[in-house]
């Protein structure tokens, strides 16, 4: 069953006077549980393609394509939607962590419960509790209290992806998540989202431009210069 279907999606920035297609016509479906790899070169439409699916970002409309969760499509919502869309049934993980350097790493990682305490009825000890068993299993448990600045690459992407985490959402987004890494601390990182696959049946969709890292998912989908080449 899909999860997420996107449909002859197009996307073209205006830069100065010149149009810049960047997605012309993407076509793709992720099924509930799947782990699915976008891989392809920079400026293939990688990134601007998981931001519409994570409606960060609108589609032209002209063309008519566009992006459904579970059946919904995303430019029917209204904003309120959205934004309920992004924090309740979508995590994050990009390349640079976005970690706020002011804060701790249970405090990064429980940021988004408290922000969303209103519209979800999370409490401080539930949230704390919710960041503390994942930090645990991402074996962070000793670095509740540490800044980002202490932390390795590999623990600022663990402490990352356990934020997306938290508010448990159905689909997890990771933009690039080794590209900032070393060999061996990306394939750690693997590991981290493998684990989370398996226990949670957690659907993840992740791009990037490396086929080793692209490998470890259950199905690959090839983007060429804003097109499905292959997948």
């Keep these: 069953m899909s999860m997420l279907s996107v449909d002859k999606l197009h996307k073209t920035y205006r830069l100065g006077r010149v149009d810049v297609p960047v997605l012309r016509g993407v076509s793709l479906d992720v099924r509930a549980g799947e782990w ?9 439409g990688k990134s601007t393609l998981l931001h519409l699916m994570g409606g960060l970002d609108r589609p032209d409309r002209s063309n008519g394509g566009g992006v459904a969760f579970e059946g919904r499509s995303l430019v029917s919502m209204s904003a309120g939607e959205l934004d309920a869309y992004r924090a309740g049934q979508v995590g994050f993980v990009f390349q640079f962590y976005h970690l706020l350097p002011e804060l701790s790493v249970l405090e990064n990682v429980t940021l988004a419960t408290m ?3 209103g519209r979800f009825g999370f409490q401080r000890a539930e949230s704390e509790d919710r ?7 991402f074996g962070l448990s000793h670095r509740l209290r540490h800044r980002p600045a ?30 900032n890494l070393d060999r061996h601390t990306g394939e750690k990182i693997l590991d981290v989202v493998e684990t989370i696959r398996e226990k ?32």
């Design 36 to 44: 699915l790899a976008v891989l392809g070169a920079s400026g293939s």
């Design 115 to 117: 922000v969303l305490k």
């Design 131 to 137: 960041a503390k068993t994942l930090l645990e299993a």
């Design 150 to 179: 202490e932390l390795s690459g590999g623990e600022r992407q663990r402490v990352a992806i356990a934020r997306a985490l938290i508010n448990q959402p159905k689909l997890l987004l990771a933009d690039e998540p080794t590209g």
């Design 200 to 231: 949670r049946s957690q659907t993840i969709v992740m791009v990037t431009h490396d086929q080793h890292v692209a490998e470890r998912a259950d199905r690959v989908v090839r983007l060429e210069d804003g097109r499905v080449a292959s997948g």
